[in-house]
């Protein structure tokens, strides 16, 4: 079992699936390209490098696989994207995004059964307790595989994370990855003027975490080789957090350097112009 791409041949999914984030966005005009496009060097080193999983043979408890949870719910277009190249289900469901009835609703869902979808979120602040609790099933089952999550860096403003952070700390969930995308933006702003989280490696730290840090998130080997040392720290009694730095908006020039495309579509001009950065590598749906 388990999925272990070439990371070099690895860059040529960056583009797609970008491509596939703009043109599922900009099709119903609803949804959110920033975070998307932000975190999707991290969501092709993790689904295709890092974890040990086999999407042909997905089940809802993930038992003896390696399971990821989408805690900031929102940015699905990269986690469909993602999830559907990967094997989870057709590419050319992704064209049904955000439509009636689909499987693929604008935040992940569970009664829609979509392969690779383990927990309803969005409700930002809740995924990480949910992971903590899989990460100690994992533990009771002996299964010896890694819980992971990505968590928006506005989400942790939410008081249960904390909660959940001293949680994991006391009672040592050390088979648990939790990664935060810190591009320092959310819907209202960036976050050190919405509610500033000041240094969070300290914070962590003083939950009781192991951390780890990553200065480019939007750089595949880098992602990728942060998240290979944070799964090589989990099993040492301490949960471990990687504090991962994107731009939201990467890939698309005018999407970058401000939180205004967290949540808007772009118009048929804009779309072409995001296509034009990003060239058909694997084929569009
Ligand atoms: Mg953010």
């Known amino acids: 079992m388990g999925i272990k791409s070439d990371i070099n041949e690895l860059k040529a999914w960056l583009p797609q699936v970008r491509r596939d984030i703009v043109r599922m966005v900009h099709a119903v005009q609803s949804g959110h390209p920033g975070g998307s496009l932000g975190c999707t060097e991290f969501f092709v080193a993790l689904f295709q490098y890092v974890m040990d999983h086999d999407p042909a043979t997905f089940t809802m408890d993930g038992r003896d696989q390696d399971i990821f949870f989408l805690s900031n719910g929102h940015i699905t277009p990269v986690y469909y994207s993602v999830l559907a190249r990967s094997g989870f289900f057709p590419v050319s469901e992704l064209a049904t995004f955000r439509r009636i009835n689909s499987r693929l609703q604008g935040h992940p869902a569970t009664h829609e059964h979509l392969p690779g979808v383990r927990v309803a979120t969005g409700s ?17 089952n002996g299964d010896l595989h890694t819980v992971y999550t990505l968590q928006g860096d506005g989400e942790l403003q939410e008081g249960q994370i904390w909660e959940a952070a001293m949680f994991a700390a006391h009672h040592k969930v050390d088979n648990l990855v939790v990664t935060i995308d810190r591009n320092n933006r959310q819907i209202d702003g960036d976050v050190s003027e919405v509610m500033d989280l000041g240094d969070l490696k300290a914070k962590f730290e003083a939950f009781g975490w192991l951390v780890v840090e990553c200065e480019n998130g939007n750089d595949l080997v880098e992602v990728a080789e942060a998240l290979l040392l944070a799964k090589s720290l989990t099993r040492n009694e301490k949960p471990v957090v990687l504090i991962m730095k994107t731009e939201m908006g990467h890939g698309v020039d005018f999407m970058m350097g401000s939180h205004e495309w967290h949540g808007i579509a772009p118009n048929d001009e804009q779309l072409r112009r995001a296509l034009e950065q990003n060239p058909e590598t694997l084929g569009d749906y």
């Open 124 to 140: 930002l602040g809740q995924g990480l307790s949910v992971a903590i609790g899989a990460a100690l099933a994992k533990k009771l």
